[in-house]
């Protein structure tokens, strides 16, 4: 679909009519906007997200950013384009609300990879720790959790703690990781990884950098420590969005999901993105796949059939929601 027709291409159709039927001369954005309208409803998307989407969406943003739109709307229906976890985040801030997202199977990796019995077992290790969860995480994680964190307030998360209280991390230990290198505040890292940002190829990165000799190279904080040696500036979406616009440079390699080139290329016009390159011969590795099951196809249905509808387990809500609140509090 192009983003000014609003209408499926032939090459689009087939596969869109045999799987949901959706007419191939519906005007999509025309027709989410109508829908979003009659139920009074909020589309939040990330960074990450399709252009599309975020051309569609009423606010796109990080995950801070997102669940700060979260807590504040006054919607009835929230409809989240995005992964599960942010999903589950909307919910928890806003439990009797509808809170719907166009592809349920739209997970993360990193969420995954910490299963909550497995990091409740694993946190009776330490029994005198604080614990901060990246909000990369399940709603049972966060349960676990004392205090909650994004990318963009990960370091002022972790400087409200006092200096002598033992402090866990979780589950990016790439982000952990960083964050004891430049704020020097030792901490126990569960080894989580981001399948997207550890794939990163330093050696093709370095490649790049001959070819384009301007090029800054920008990198998110998930990625492996051998990338963010060789970044001109590190930080997340929202950092890496602000430096583009704000630097002098004209080019910049992009080491993150290639979803936010979209909005540089947006806020920083004749400016040019190069994604960074994944490790082999996989081009389409640097993208994240569970952002892209979204679609502008399953967020027009979405709101058409009102579903999926995510749900948080009651005994969770309370328990997830005041580590989020805290840190709401503190990014203020």
């Known amino acids: 679909m192009g983003i000014g027709g609003g209408k499926l291409s032939e090459t689009a159709t087939s596969g869109v009519m045999s799987l949901s039927g959706i007419d191939p001369e519906l005007d999509l954005f025309a027709e989410i906007d109508r829908m979003r309208r009659s139920m009074n409803a909020v589309i939040l998307a990330h960074f990450y997200q399709e252009g599309e989407i975020q051309d569609i969406a009423d606010f796109v943003g990080d995950s801070l950013a997102l669940a700060q739109s979260a807590a504040e709307t006054d919607a009835d229906v929230i409809v989240f384009a ?33 299963p909550g019995p497995a990091f409740k077992k694993w946190l009776e290790n330490y029994p005198d720790h604080f614990v901060i969860s990246y909000i990369n995480c399940s709603a049972e994680v966060k349960a676990l959790s004392d205090l909650i964190c994004t990318s963009s307030n990960a370091a002022k998360m972790v400087a409200s703690v006092p200096p002598d209280q033992k402090i866990v991390f979780a589950p990016d230990r790439h982000l952990g990781r960083w964050l004891v290198e430049t ?76 979803g936010i080139i979209h909005q540089m290329e947006r806020k920083a016009p004749g400016k040019t993105f190069i994604p960074a390159p994944a490790r082999g011969a996989c081009e389409a590795c640097n993208e994240c796949p569970h952002m892209k099951l979204n679609t502008l196809e399953k967020l027009y249905l979405c709101l058409k059939n009102k579903r999926p509808e995510l749900h948080v387990a009651e005994e969770l809500l309370d328990r997830a929601r005041l580590p989020i609140e805290r840190m709401l509090e503190l990014s203020r």
């Open 82 to 114: 995005g992964v599960h976890f942010m999903a589950e985040t909307a919910k928890i801030l806003n439990p009797d609300k509808p809170v719907l997202v166009p592809d349920m199977d739209a997970g993360c990796s990193l969420a995954d990879g910490c």
């Open 183 to 258: 704020i020097g505040r030792d901490m126990v890292l569960w080894p989580g990884t981001c399948q997207v940002h550890e794939i990163f190829s330093e050696k093709k990165i370095v490649q790049l950098k001959v070819r384009h000799p301007e090029a800054k190279v920008i990198a998110h904080p998930e990625c492996e420590r051998s990338v963010l040696a060789i970044a001109d500036h590190v930080g997340s979406t929202s950092s890496l969005l602000n430096f583009v616009q704000e630097d002098e440079g004209q080019e910049f390699i992009v080491a993150t999901e290639p």
